[in-house]
Nanobody, 123 residues
Framework: EVQLVESGGGLVQAGGSLRLSCAAS????????IGWFRQAPGKEREGVSC????????YYADSVKGRFTTSSDNAKNTVYLQMNSLKPEDTAVYSC????????????????WGQGTQVTVSS
């Protein structure tokens, strides 16, 4: 059974940091990229970042570049999203997804999805 389980969300003040985790199981992790996506109330889902498990190549949306960093621990089949300098506009449900893609954050290209974790940034 494929599982993607996010954790690490919560409430943080603007300027603060959070680290999200995405634990993956049930598929050939090294063959996939893991992407992070977010969706705020009333807004469309937005791609945030992705990382290729095979070579560690990353890609970021312009809105988070320089503030967010994604990394992969292949021994644990876990991807992390370190979020620094958080802004109220970063408030959303963050979900991770797995897909056989490379350096793309197009949600339609991803096969497997987690349930999401809430991130709330107060001003």
């Amino acid at each position: 059974e494929v599982q993607l389980v996010e954790s690490g969300g919560g409430l943080v003040q603007a300027g603060g940091s959070l680290r999200l985790s995405c634990a993956a199981s049930g598929f050939a992790y090294d063959d996939y990229a893991i992407g992070w996506f977010r969706q705020a109330p009333g807004k469309e889902r937005e791609g945030v970042s992705c990382i290729s498990a095979s070579d560690g190549s990353t890609y970021y949306a312009d809105s988070v570049k320089g503030r967010f960093t994604t990394s992969s621990d292949n021994a644990k089949n876990t991807v992390y999203l370190q979020m620094n300098s958080l802004k109220p506009e970063d408030t959303a449900v963050y979900s991770c997804a797995a897909g056989k893609v490379y350096r793309t954050i197009n949600a339609r290209s991803y096969e497997y999805w987690g349930q999401g974790t809430q991130v709330t940034v107060s001003s």
